[in-house]
């Protein structure tokens, strides 16, 4: 498994992909990157920036999330989606800079597909009878 891979696997990654599903459509999301996991004690954290095409902007956003892997609280998630810049659609590169520099982390995240990291996520289908809902 490729270190790209490993970064975006995980109960967190995917609890927090469900997460972000909840507050906007996963199909509008052209982009994710994902920074690698930190592990301190009992928790975990992990920080994802979402690229997001709105018209003629380009809005980009933090997901985060908390996860208790140890103790009492294990299993305990906490999650937030944040909207951290926007700027025109072929500002990409300018606005990953400024999040990431917001995220204050020194190394940079690894870039995941959107179908991959939404893969867990269960997609709406018509309704069982085959009329439209």
Known sequence: MTARGAA?????????????????????IDGIWVFAPVRREAREWGTAVLSRVDGERRRIYTARYILAVKGKE???????????????????????????RRIDDEHPPAAIAPETWFSSIPVAGPPANGTPG
Request: hydrophobic share 45%.
């Open 74 to 100: 294990r299993g305990k998630f906490e999650s937030a989606v944040q909207e951290v810049g926007s700027g025109p659609v072929e500002a990409l590169a300018r606005l990953l800079q400024e999040a990431q």
């Open 8 to 28: 975006a696997e995980g109960t967190g990654w995917e609890r927090l992909a469900l997460a972000v599903a909840q507050v906007m459509p996963p199909a509008e």
